[in-house]
C-alpha cells in the first residue's frame, strides 16, 4: 500500500512532503545507488538489479518482480500481477474471474486468504452461483447476476450474453440484433443506448417511440428507459407499478424510502427536504418537527428515538446504527436509525459491503442480489419494500399459492 501511495505522490510531483520507500536505501536494497535504483531491486541468483514491477526475467513469464518485507529488508519477490492469480504449485498467472485455466462452465476466483498473506496470489475453479432463471447471467467479478442481453456491468456498447466458455461475456456482434451500425456498439433493447432523449433503442436496431409501449410517458409525448429518473422530477423513478392485462404502463412514482413533499419532489424519508431547519419528511411528505435529542436516531419502526449503538430495540447481535444508503451529499442529513450486525453473528463491514453495492441486500445474514430468486421460495424475488426492509415477494405475474410472499418484518441489516 504504502509503496503505491508513494509512487503516486511521485506522480503528482509532491515527493519533496513523503518518505522515500524502504528499497531506497542503500542499507537495504544494494540497487539504490544505481541511477534510477529507487525503481529496482536486487535479485541474489544472479546479483544483478532489476526493475520494479516488471513482468517476465528473472521472474516467470507471467509474474512480476515485486518487493517485499524479509526480516526489516526489502527483497525481491515474483508475484502475479493485481488482478491474476496462480494455481498451487504452478507459477502461471491466469486473469481472475475469466475461464483461465479451468474446466468449461468454470471460472478462476481468487482465493481471498491468499491475498492477506504475503506472497502469492493463489486461484481456484469455482463454478458460478445459480440465478433465479435463465433470464439472467451470473458476473463472476461481483457476484451478481444480470439480465442477459442488457449492459449489465460492460462497457457503452457491449452486452451481457453468454460466451463459448459458458460464462457470461461483454460482447458485441455486428451481425446480431443489438448492433447499431451508428457507432459500432451494441445495445440493450428498451435502453436508450445510442438514441436522442425521449427515444428507446428498439428490436430492428432502430431508434423510436411508440404509444403502446409501457415506456410511454403520455404527457411527454416520449420514452424513457424503466427504473431509471425518465422524465421525472428529482427522487422519482419512472418504473412500472401495475402489471396489467391490458398492457402495462410505466409511471414516475417516489424512489423506495422517499415521500412526495408540497413542491412536487420526492426526499428520503427523515431527511430534512425542503422542510424547516428542525424539521424531517416524515411519511406522506408531511414536515414534522425532529423528534430526536441531538445525537439521536429515530427508528420508525418503534416511533422513538435511541442511541447509536443501543441494542435495545434491534434482534440480538444488532444495533441502532446510522441509514448507510443515505447519501448525505445527495439526501441531506438522515434521521434514521437502523439495525445493523454490531459484533453478532455478521460483521458490521459485510453489511456495509453489501448494502453499499447497489442491487443487492443482506437477508438472514448473507448478501443477495434483489429481483433474484436468491433465498426465497420459487416464484418468489427478493425485493426491498418502502420501509427499506428486504423481504420475499411474488415475482410480476405470479400470485399466491404459486408463490409464497414473506412480509415479516426483518431488520434493514
Ligand atoms: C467474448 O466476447 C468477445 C467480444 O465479442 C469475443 O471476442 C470472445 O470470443 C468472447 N469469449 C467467449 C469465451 O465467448
Ligand atoms: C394523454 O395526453 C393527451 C394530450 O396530451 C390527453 O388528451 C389525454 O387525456 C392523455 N391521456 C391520458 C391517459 O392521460
Known amino acids: 500500500m504504502a509503496v503505491w501511495v508513494w509512487l503516486a505522490a511521485l506522480l503528482c510531483g509532491t515527493q519533496a512532503a513523503v518518505l522515500p520507500p524502504p528499497w531506497a536505501d542503500v542499507r537495504k536494497n544494494p540497487c539504490a545507488s544505481h541511477p534510477r535504483g529507487w525503481l529496482m531491486l536486487f535479485w541474489p541468483n544472479d546479483g544483478k538489479c532489476y526493475t520494479i514491477y516488471k513482468k517476465g526475467h528473472p521472474c516467470p513469464e507471467t509474474q512480476e518482480l515485486s518487493p517485499a518485507r524479509w526480516g526489516g529488508r526489502t527483497v525481491a519477490e515474483c508475484k502475479c500481477p493485481p488482478g491474476t492469480a496462480q494455481l498451487p504449485h ?87 440484433p443489438h448492433y447499431w451500425a451508428g457507432d459500432g456498439g451494441c445495445y440493450a433493447h428498451y435502453s436508450r443506448g445510442p438514441c436522442e432523449k425521449g427515444q428507446l433503442f428498439l428490436p430492428g436496431a432502430k431508434c423510436g417511440c411508440e404509444s403502446h409501449l409501457p415506456h410511454y410517458h403520455n404527457d411527454t409525448g416520449a420514452c424513457y428507459e424503466l427504473d431509471t429518473i425518465g422524465p421525472c422530477p428529482k427522487g422519482h423513478v419512472f418504473s412500472i407499478s401495475q402489471v396489467s392485462p391490458y398492457g402495462s404502463k410505466a409511471e414516475c412514482k417516489c424512489k423506495s424510502f422517499h415521500a412526495r413533499a408540497v413542491d412536487g419532489a420526492c426526499y428520503r424519508l427523515y431527511t430534512r427536504g425542503p422542510c424547516a431547519h428542525d424539521e424531517m419528511i416524515a411519511r406522506g411528505g408531511r414536515c414534522i418537527k425532529l423528534p430526536c435529542a441531538r445525537g439521536r436516531l429515530y427508528v420508525p419502526e418503534r416511533r422513538r428515538c435511541y442511541r447509536p449503538g443501543a441494542a ?96 415479516r418484518l426483518n431488520s434493514k441489516s
Request: proline residues 7%; contains cysteine; charged residues 25%.
Open 90 to 176: 504452478s507459477t502461471t498467472c491466469h486473469k481472475l474471474f475469466e475461464r483461465g485455466p479451468c474446466r468449461l462452465g468454470e471460472y478462476f476466483a481468487p482465493v481471498e486468504e491468499s491475498f492477506n498473506k504475503r506472497g502469492e496470489r493463489q486461484g481456484m475453479c469455482v463454478r458460478p452461483q445459480q440465478c433465479a432463471d435463465e433470464t439472467l447471467l451470473y458476473w463472476p467479478a461481483d457476484g451478481r447476476c444480470y439480465y442477459r442481453l442488457s449492459q449489465g456491468p460492460c462497457y457503452t456498447g457491449s452486452i451481457l450474453d453468454l460466451g463459448d466458455d459458458g460464462l457470461a461475456n461483454c460482447t458485441c456482434a455486428s451481425d446480431g
Open 312 to 407: 435495545e430495540p434491534c434482534p440480538v447481535g444488532e444495533v441502532v446504527a446510522f441509514d448507510f444508503e443515505a447519501r448525505p451529499a445527495l439526501d441531506g442529513l438522515s434521521h434514521n436509525g437502523v439495525c445493523a450486525c454490531g459484533s453478532g453473528v455478521c460483521t458490521r463491514r459485510e453489511v456495509e459491503a453489501c448494502s453499499s453495492r447497489r442491487g443487492s441486500a443482506s437477508y438472514g445474514g448473507a448478501c443477495h442480489t434483489l429481483h433474484t430468486q436468491g433465498p426465497c421460495p420459487e416464484y418468489s424475488w427478493l425485493v426491498k419494500d418502502s420501509y427499506g426492509s428486504t423481504k420475499c415477494q411474488c415475482r410480476p405475474g405470479r400470485l399466491p399459492p404459486d408463490c409464497r410472499e414473506d412480509t
